[in-house]
Nanobody, 115 residues
Framework: QVQLVESGGGLVQVGGSLRLSCAASRSIFSFIRMGWHRQAPGKQRELVASMASDSSTNYADSVKGRFTISRDNAKNTVYLQMNSLKPEDTGVYYC?????????WGQGTQVTVSS
């Protein structure tokens, strides 16, 4: 069973930065795609950023130019660097990974951006 453990969330002021980490329990080379989703109160979960096994990336329009997804293969970890944070970035951020057979989710980490 794959485990994804997120960390790095917290409370930050508008304009601040946070870096989220997602540590996988097995080699991230085994995943076709890894990414970050978020869910704000009362809203559906949405894709924020993803990275394919060839390192190509995809971002939601709302975070382009502010967020960057990256990976450290040696640490089996995917990161989400979040800069210029806005109140609308508030939510629970979930790490997601997909292999050929199924998708996996972490437990989520709370990000709160205060104005």
């Amino acid at each position: 069973q794959v485990q994804l453990v997120e960390s790095g969330g917290g409370l930050v002021q508008v304009g601040g930065s946070l870096r989220l980490s997602c540590a996988a329990s097995r080699s991230i080379f085994s995943f076709i795609r890894m990414g970050w989703h978020r869910q704000a109160p009362g809203k559906q979960r949405e894709l924020v950023a993803s990275m394919a096994s060839d390192s190509s990336t995809n971002y939601a329009d709302s975070v382009k130019g502010r967020f960057t997804i990256s990976r450290d293969n040696a640490k089996n970890t995917v990161y989400l660097q979040m800069n210029s944070l806005k109140p609308e970035d508030t939510g629970v951020y979930y790490c997601n990974a997909n292999d050929m057979w199924q998708g996996y989710w972490g437990q989520g980490t709370q990000v709160t951006v205060s104005s």
